[in-house]
């Protein structure tokens, strides 16, 4: 009997310590600082603050209308589109990124993968993240611009 409830509470241990679950707030924290750098990157014109928080293999695609349509357009953009972006979207300075908002909500957090949510001066993104030698980078992004009235 000894032998049964002491291998059951082995069993119990291990369990615990090979969860996938990772809530710690410091990890919570990496998930949003790498966030804030994607969006930081654009606003501020840094895009090496894209090269920090984004993998190269992002897939990322977006919805918005088009100026005069009611219908939303889907679009693609790579890597390297966004660190493009980043480098020229506000290159001069002039946007009031002050009064853009750049609103985090971390979702989940496991020891391998993230979900997000950024809500932007462009609209909304939802984002999964993924750990890459020990570093919290944006993998997929579906994102959708704000809606009229909101």
């Given at each position: ?98 009064t ?6 971390v ?11 950024l ?32």
């Amino acid at each position: 009997m000894k032998r049964v409830m002491l291998g059951t509470a082995i069993a119990c241990a291990l369990s615990k310590a090979v969860s996938p679950r990772a809530q710690q707030p410091d990890e919570r924290e990496a998930v949003k600082s790498a966030v804030l750098d994607y969006v930081e990157a654009i606003y501020q014109a840094q895009p090496d603050r894209i090269q920090r928080s984004v993998h190269i293999d992002l897939a990322k695609r977006g919805y918005y209308r088009k100026s005069g349509e009611q219908t939303f357009t889907s679009e693609p953009m790579t890597y390297q589109q966004l660190f493009d972006l980043a480098g020229r979207w506000n290159k001069d300075g002039k946007r009031p990124i002050a009064t853009y908002p750049k609103d985090v909500v971390v979702y989940d957090v496991l020891n391998q993968t993230a979900a997000a949510k950024l809500t932007a001066m462009w609209g909304v993104d939802y984002m999964h993240l993924a750990k890459y030698d020990g570093k919290w980078k944006i993998v997929n992004i579906l994102w959708q611009e704000t809606p009229a009235g909101k």
